[in-house]
């Protein structure tokens, strides 16, 4: 083979294996790395997107209640555990009918677009308020969930549907913990 030509698809190689880098580390910025699930960059993009396109979709944000105190009390791999264990329980929950991402720290959206195709908003809570097991203990969960049906919006914006589900949660709150509206 002509050194000429092998000289010349170095610099294309080059540039094809840099792009490829490229593309690996946006798709993993798009996802946290501890739950798999988007972060909030690229789960605004496409809960935009589904809530232009679907009119009965639901925004659903979840907050787990007293967090901070399981990562106190058994340290940051039990919160981890913790964490991963609420992001496939809201992954089960919206099924192939919605996306969740892990918005930072113990928050938790979801956007579904079906919501007659899912088992409801109790049954997510009581998917989120089960214990989880952290090397042999028994860690007590609980969760506070706001939603926003995209019908009750004025006009179905992202940050008007997050804004009411983030009312509903916080007055969720406020009724002490386990609690739904």
Not at 69 to 77: E, K, M, S, V
Not at 99 to 117: K, N, Q, S, Y
Request: with cysteine.
């Amino acid at each position: 083979m002509d050194t000429h030509v092998i000289a010349a698809g170095l610099p294309a190689l080059g540039w094809a294996l840099h792009g490829g880098l490229l593309v690996r580390r946006l798709s993993t910025a798009r996802r946290d790395p501890l739950t798999g699930l988007h972060t909030r960059a690229g789960w605004t993009a496409r809960a935009e997107h589904l809530l232009t396109r679907h009119p009965n979709a639901l925004v659903i944000l979840v907050d787990l209640d007293d967090f901070k105190a399981i990562n106190d009390t058994h340290g940051h791999a039990a919160g981890d555990t913790v964490l991963t264990a609420t992001a496939r329980r809201l992954t089960a929950w919206c099924g192939r009918h919605g996306i969740a991402a892990r918005l930072g720290g113990d928050e938790f959206a979801t956007i579904v677009t079906d919501p007659a195709r899912t088992p409801g908003l109790y049954a997510l809570q009581a998917a989120l308020d089960q214990p989880v097991e952290h090397n042999g203990r028994v860690l007590p969960v609980s969760a506070s969930v706001g939603h926003c049906h995209r019908s009750h919006l004025p006009v179905p914006t992202l940050t008007d549907a997050l804004s009411a589900a983030d009312s509903v949660m916080y007055a969720a709150k406020g009724h002490g913990r386990r609690n739904t509206r």
